[in-house]
């Protein structure tokens, strides 16, 4: 302070010396400017006396009532009677424009500090004959500055959002946020506020919509008002983010709001440390040491107008040491035009103008495009919470925001907020991830000890990690969450969420496209896709006739038939046929009589021993009967072909695996049906596919009858189960692996269809939702993801785990075991008991004949032909079992 009482005197000193240049500027100002007037004469006086040498500015002050518009020319032309070599304002829009309009004619710099949406217009209709525009604005243009809260809104991801706005002249502070909107996401929502002061309504109808983003653009002097209106209605919670468009936000009272949990942030464009360094030198000057300006008071057009006066001296003192600049005095009623005006509006625009200043600027480097709108500047961002500057936008890149807080800072912020925190978790009853926990001697449990699963281990590692706490709860329709297009409303989880109703859903959630478009996901803690659960092919015992399946009974009949009718064809044909007449003497030339071998028993063992494969002793000679035989032969040698083909096939076929391998193989047949969850993830991939065996899968599922879809996956697996091989289900692969690992009888069939991911869903731009991520990201370098799966889907899954398929060399060879080829033994043996049974039927009747012919008793020749048939040395039989018995009875009588 010493250092600066001293500066002020030398100056003093030195002005004594050499009178200074009396320059005129003129301010033009509204009526209760008074901050404004106290500014100009504070920063006129520090000019003078720091540049007492060369220049005496002398303030013009113009006070414009609103009423009295038409006194505006009156002004400007006592004005330039007067001779000014700048003029600054006014703010009111009629004035001003014909302010602007007196500059551009009579070629006077005239500086605006003010928000001036029409600006640039009306410098391309006033731009002179020379090209070149003589106001200068050095508050942001519209485009300029509606780009600092795109970028905003852009870097914090906010996909849907809602502006509330005072006047229409606000929207064009957010002209460029709206352009920037993704058409993918949902529209911006507009709210305009009423005359006041009472705005809940429109602040209500903003809680019903659920938006949790706001841009509030409003007359400074209302902020806080608005706030708490909002704060009454819910609309200040914790959850709630907000953008203040206003730059005089920081010089807002926000203590009325109390202890501020909501997000809040607002732009601001002057340098603070500069701001009091100003102040302090206006205080300096003060004759009477009175003056007191607080810092947080200064507004953006105060700043302004100090920034164009020193801008505006600076510029006119750099110019006039190359050539003096004549200030004259001008008529309204002629066509004269200032000398100095364009000289010195075109060296500031030709130059950085804010170079050489003597203290400032507040507002950062000032520079001016050819319609004289401000090309740079740079805005901080403020987090009113914390009341700090989070990140810096400059006009060089406004793509991108730079930010001011390390991460290793904000880390340790985000640990500090979450640790102590209750998380509110939301989820729904599905084993593994979540699952009702068995009291003891069957009481009722609650709260978290009611449930247990790889949801609850999930977050239980995540909280440990945080120190923080977690309470689950069901969600009462039980759905994930999915979008009605007629009701616009989502349900399930999704629904819960939005309503603000829990923190986090955790569970076997698909993050999906249009679940991210209404809530946030983290990172996904599982990784999976789409597959087919299939019953696995069951080994049933074979069949003890199994060899006859390759021919169905009809051919069985048919071939029985045709055997009979070919034998008595063939006896009949040889009956016709004189060439199968022959002489049973070959000796005798001349016998008496022909035979025919041919009898029915020949023709049926011709025929038997063909089909067989065997052959006959006794053939045919005629032409007819050979062509008969000839055609049966044919038609053997088919059908056993046939059979033999078909006998292998049958055989093996249990050896063959499942039906279906694939998608493909799913959507190539229409034997096998398949389904999939109703209204879950699997079905819109399905139904929003460009994939055509998808889309084609998609069609048959839509027009199955009946229904193929399941309301939940659990009666999905019972109903594959239930259907053996009649139906697969589409669902998760994880889920998949869950359920084979728990019925032995299932089986997961071909690789995912797709890659997705079950992720942690959150309200959108939750402040914990990088911290989560974290986390997770945590434990799964830790193997900690792994562990919970291993032991929800294996450990903790059933007590009996299933057999492994066993594949031995022999199964691999095909062979057939004696379960396949028993029928053969069967008729084998049933045949050899027949034919013994013919056997003795046949000795029986023998045995009969013996004894009628030679009048004997039946029980001796029985006897006697048993005997003779179970003595095994003997090759020979007596021609006449008669004789042969009596002689054997003398011998007997002799010894």
Same mark, same amino acid.
């Given at each position: 302070?010493?250092?600066?009482?001293?500066?002020?005197?030398?100056?003093?000193?030195?002005?004594?010396?050499?009178?200074?240049?009396?320059?005129?500027?003129?301010?033009?100002?509204?009526?209760?400017?008074?901050?404004?007037?106290?500014?100009?004469?504070?920063?006129?006086?520090?000019?003078?006396?720091?540049?007492?040498?060369?220049?005496?500015?002398?303030?013009?002050?113009?006070?414009?009532?609103?009423?009295?518009?038409?006194?505006?020319?009156?002004?400007?032309?006592?004005?330039?009677?007067?001779?000014?070599?700048?003029?600054?304002?006014?703010?009111?829009?009629?004035?001003?424009?014909?302010?602007?309009?007196?500059?551009?004619?009579?070629?006077?710099?005239?500086?605006?500090?003010?928000?001036?949406?029409?600006?640039?217009?009306?410098?391309?209709?006033?731009?002179?004959?020379?090209?070149?525009?003589?106001?200068?604005?050095?508050?942001?243009?519209?485009?300029?500055?509606?780009?600092?809260?795109?970028?905003?809104?852009?870097?914090?991801?906010?996909?849907?959002?809602?502006?509330?706005?005072?006047?229409?002249?606000?929207?064009?502070?957010?002209?460029?946020?709206?352009?920037?909107?993704?058409?993918?996401?949902?529209?911006?929502?507009?709210?305009?506020?009423?005359?006041?002061?009472?705005?809940?309504?429109?602040?209500?109808?903003?809680?019903?919509?659920?938006?949790?983003?706001?841009?509030?653009?409003?007359?400074?002097?209302?902020?806080?008002?608005?706030?708490?209106?909002?704060?009454?209605?819910?609309?200040?919670?914790?959850?709630?983010?907000?953008?203040?468009?206003?730059?005089?936000?920081?010089?807002?009272?926000?203590?009325?709001?109390?202890?501020?949990?909501?997000?809040?942030?607002?732009?601001?464009?002057?340098?603070?440390?500069?701001?009091?360094?100003?102040?302090?030198?206006?205080?300096?000057?003060?004759?009477?040491?009175?003056?007191?300006?607080?810092?947080?008071?200064?507004?953006?057009?105060?700043?302004?107008?100090?920034?164009?006066?020193?801008?505006?001296?600076?510029?006119?003192?750099?110019?006039?040491?190359?050539?003096?600049?004549?200030?004259?005095?001008?008529?309204?009623?002629?066509? %004269?035009?200032?000398?100095?005006?364009? @000289?010195? =509006?075109?060296? &500031?625009?030709?130059?950085?103008? !804010? *170079?050489?200043?003597? /203290?400032?600027?507040?507002?950062?480097?000032?520079?001016?495009?050819?319609?004289?709108?401000?090309?740079?500047?740079?805005?901080?961002?403020?987090?009113?919470?914390?009341?700090?500057?989070?990140?810096?936008?400059?006009?060089?890149?406004?793509?991108?925001?730079?930010?001011?807080?390390?991460?290793?800072?904000?880390?340790?912020?985000?640990?500090? %907020?979450?640790?102590?925190?209750?998380? @509110?978790? =939301?989820?729904? &009853?599905?084993?593994?991830?979540? !699952? *009702?926990?068995?009291? /003891?001697?069957?009481?009722?449990?609650?709260?978290?000890?009611?449930?247990?699963?790889?949801?609850?281990?999930?977050?239980?590692?995540?909280?440990?990690?945080?120190?923080?706490?977690?309470?689950?709860?069901?969600?009462?329709?039980?759905?994930?969450?999915?979008?009605?297009?007629?009701?616009?409303?989502?349900?399930?989880?999704?629904?819960?969420?939005?309503?603000?109703?829990?923190?986090?859903?955790?569970?076997?959630?698909?993050?999906?496209?249009?679940?991210?478009?209404?809530?946030?996901?983290?990172?996904?803690?599982?990784?999976?896709?789409?597959?087919?659960?299939?019953?696995?092919?069951?080994?049933?015992?074979?069949?003890?006739?199994?060899?006859?399946?390759?021919?169905?009974?009809?051919?069985?009949?048919?071939?029985?038939?045709?055997?009979?009718?070919?034998?008595?064809?063939?006896?009949?044909?040889?009956?016709?046929?004189?060439?199968?007449?022959?002489?049973?003497?070959?000796?005798?030339?001349?016998?008496?009589?022909?035979?025919?071998?041919?009898?029915?028993?020949?023709?049926?063992?011709?025929?038997?021993?063909?089909?067989?494969?065997?052959?006959?002793?006794?053939?045919?000679?005629?032409?007819?009967?050979?062509?008969?035989?000839?055609?049966?032969?044919?038609?053997?040698?088919?059908?056993?072909?046939?059979?033999?083909?078909?006998?292998?096939?049958?055989?093996?076929?249990?050896?063959?695996?499942?039906?279906?391998?694939?998608?493909?193989?799913?959507?190539?047949?229409?034997?096998?049906?398949?389904?999939?969850?109703?209204?879950?993830?699997?079905?819109?991939?399905?139904?929003?596919?460009?994939?055509?065996?998808?889309?084609?899968?998609?069609?048959?599922?839509?027009?199955?009858?009946?229904?193929?879809?399941?309301?939940?996956?659990?009666?999905?697996?019972?109903?594959?189960?239930?259907?053996?091989?009649?139906?697969?289900?589409?669902?998760?692969?994880?889920?998949?692996?869950?359920?084979?690992?728990?019925?032995?009888?299932?089986?997961?069939?071909?690789?995912?269809?797709?890659?997705?991911?079950?992720?942690?869903?959150?309200?959108?731009?939750?402040?914990?939702?990088?911290?989560?991520?974290?986390?997770?990201?945590?434990?799964?370098?830790?193997?900690?993801?792994?562990?919970?799966?291993?032991?929800?889907?294996?450990?903790?899954?059933?007590?009996?785990?299933?057999?492994?398929?066993?594949?031995?060399?022999?199964?691999?060879?095909?062979?057939?075991?004696?379960?396949?080829?028993?029928?053969?033994?069967?008729?084998?043996?049933?045949?050899?008991?027949?034919?013994?049974?013919?056997?003795?039927?046949?000795?029986?009747?023998?045995?009969?004949?013996?004894?009628?012919?030679?009048?004997?008793?039946?029980?001796?020749?029985?006897?006697?032909?048993?005997?003779?048939?179970?003595?095994?040395?003997?090759?020979?039989?007596?021609?006449?079992?008669?004789?042969?018995?009596?002689?054997?009875?003398?011998?007997?009588?002799?010894?």
């Amino acid at each position: 302070m010493l250092s600066r009482v001293c500066l002020l005197a030398i100056l003093i000193s030195s002005s004594s010396c050499q009178k200074p240049k009396q320059v005129n500027v003129a301010f033009f100002l509204d009526e209760n400017d008074a901050l404004e007037e106290l500014a100009i004469k504070s920063s006129t006086n520090f000019i003078n006396y720091y540049a007492a040498t060369q220049y005496s500015l002398t303030p013009l002050i113009y006070r414009i009532n609103k009423n009295e518009i038409f006194d505006v020319g009156n002004m400007a032309c006592d004005m330039l009677e007067k001779g000014v070599a700048a003029i600054f304002g006014p703010e009111q829009a009629e004035a001003n424009e014909i302010i602007q309009s007196v500059s551009s004619t009579v070629e006077i710099p005239h500086f605006q500090t003010f928000w001036n949406p029409n600006f640039a217009a009306f410098s391309k209709l006033a731009r002179s004959d020379k090209g070149r525009a003589f106001s200068l604005n050095l508050h942001p243009g519209p485009t300029s500055l509606s780009r600092v809260f795109a970028t905003l809104v852009r870097e914090n991801d906010w996909k849907t959002y809602t502006i509330i706005y005072e006047n229409d002249d606000g929207l064009g502070r957010v002209q460029e946020v709206v352009k920037a909107q993704n058409p993918a996401n949902p529209p911006v929502v507009y709210r305009k506020l009423g005359p006041g002061p009472d705005h809940r309504p429109v602040l209500k109808k903003v809680v019903a919509s659920g938006s949790v983003h706001i841009i509030l653009d409003c007359d400074t002097d209302h902020i806080v008002d608005i706030l708490l209106q909002a704060k009454e209605v819910k609309l200040f919670e914790e959850y709630h983010t907000y953008l203040l468009t206003s730059l005089d936000a920081s010089t807002v009272d926000f203590s009325a709001l109390g202890d501020i949990k909501t997000n809040v942030s607002f732009v601001q464009m002057l340098n603070q440390r500069m701001v009091a360094r100003v102040v302090a030198n206006w205080e300096l000057v003060d004759p009477r040491r009175t003056l007191k300006i607080p810092t947080s008071t200064v507004k953006v057009k105060t700043a302004l107008l100090y920034d164009a006066l020193n801008l505006f001296i600076t510029a006119y003192a750099e110019l006039e040491k190359r050539q003096e600049l004549v200030v004259k005095s001008l008529n309204c009623y002629s066509n %004269q035009i200032s000398a100095h005006g364009y @000289r010195l =509006v075109d060296f &500031i625009a030709a130059r950085n103008a !804010s *170079r050489g200043m003597l /203290v400032g600027p507040m507002s950062g480097p000032i520079n001016f495009n050819s319609l004289g709108e401000r090309t740079s500047f740079k805005m901080q961002i403020v987090e009113l919470k914390n009341l700090r500057v989070t990140g810096v936008w400059d006009s060089t890149k406004p793509d991108v925001i730079h930010s001011t807080i390390t991460s290793e800072d904000r880390e340790k912020e985000l640990y500090q %907020q979450l640790k102590g925190r209750t998380f @509110r978790v =939301v989820s729904r &009853i599905y084993p593994p991830y979540l !699952s *009702r926990k068995a009291g /003891v001697d069957g009481s009722v449990m609650s709260g978290n000890s009611a449930f247990e699963g790889y949801g609850m281990d999930l977050i239980d590692g995540i909280c440990k990690l945080y120190e923080c706490n977690y309470e689950f709860e069901l969600v009462p329709d039980n759905n994930y969450g999915k979008y009605d297009p007629k009701t616009k409303e989502w349900n399930g989880l999704i629904r819960h969420l939005l309503d603000r109703k829990a923190d986090l859903a955790i569970c076997d959630l698909t993050t999906t496209y249009e679940r991210r478009k209404a809530v946030d996901f983290t990172n996904p803690f599982m990784t999976l896709g789409i597959s087919i659960l299939y019953a696995k092919i069951v080994k049933e015992p074979p069949e003890l006739l199994a060899f006859t399946n390759p021919l169905s009974l009809d051919v069985w009949l048919y071939m029985v038939t045709a055997y009979m009718v070919i034998s008595m064809i063939i006896f009949l044909v040889a009956r016709l046929n004189p060439n199968e007449w022959e002489n049973p003497h070959p000796c005798n030339p001349c016998p008496g009589e022909l035979e025919n071998v041919w009898d029915i028993k020949n023709c049926f063992w011709l025929t038997m021993g063909s089909i067989m494969q065997q052959g006959c002793d006794i053939l045919p000679k005629g032409i007819s009967t050979r062509m008969v035989s000839g055609m049966w032969w044919f038609f053997t040698l088919i059908m056993i072909s046939c059979y033999t083909a078909n006998l292998a096939a049958f055989l093996t076929q249990e050896r063959m695996g499942p039906t279906i391998k694939s998608a493909e193989d799913l959507a190539g047949q229409t034997k096998i049906k398949y389904g999939c969850l109703q209204d879950g993830s699997t079905a819109s991939f399905f139904k929003d596919t460009n994939i055509t065996t998808y889309h084609k899968m998609w069609v048959q599922m839509e027009t199955a009858e009946p229904s193929v879809f399941e309301k939940s996956n659990d009666e999905g697996v019972k109903r594959v189960i239930s259907s053996k091989g009649k139906y697969a289900f589409l669902m998760e692969s994880s889920s998949i692996e869950y359920e084979v690992e728990k019925h032995c009888e299932l089986v997961q069939v071909g690789n995912r269809l797709d890659t997705k991911g079950y992720g942690i869903a959150m309200p959108t731009n939750a402040a914990y939702r990088t911290s989560i991520n974290q986390a997770i990201l945590k434990m799964q370098e830790m193997g900690e993801l792994q562990r919970l799966k291993e032991k929800w889907w294996k450990e903790r899954n059933k007590a009996n785990p299933c057999k492994k398929d066993e594949v031995s060399s022999k199964d691999s060879a095909n062979e057939l075991s004696l379960a396949h080829v028993g029928g053969v033994f069967v008729v084998l043996t049933g045949g050899m008991c027949i034919a013994l049974m013919i056997s003795v039927c046949e000795f029986i009747w023998h045995v009969r004949k013996i004894a009628v012919a030679q009048r004997m008793s039946l029980k001796v020749v029985f006897l006697q032909e048993l005997r003779f048939a179970m003595d095994i040395w003997c090759r020979q039989k007596p021609a006449n079992p008669a004789r042969s018995l009596a002689d054997n009875n003398r011998n007997q009588t002799d010894k």
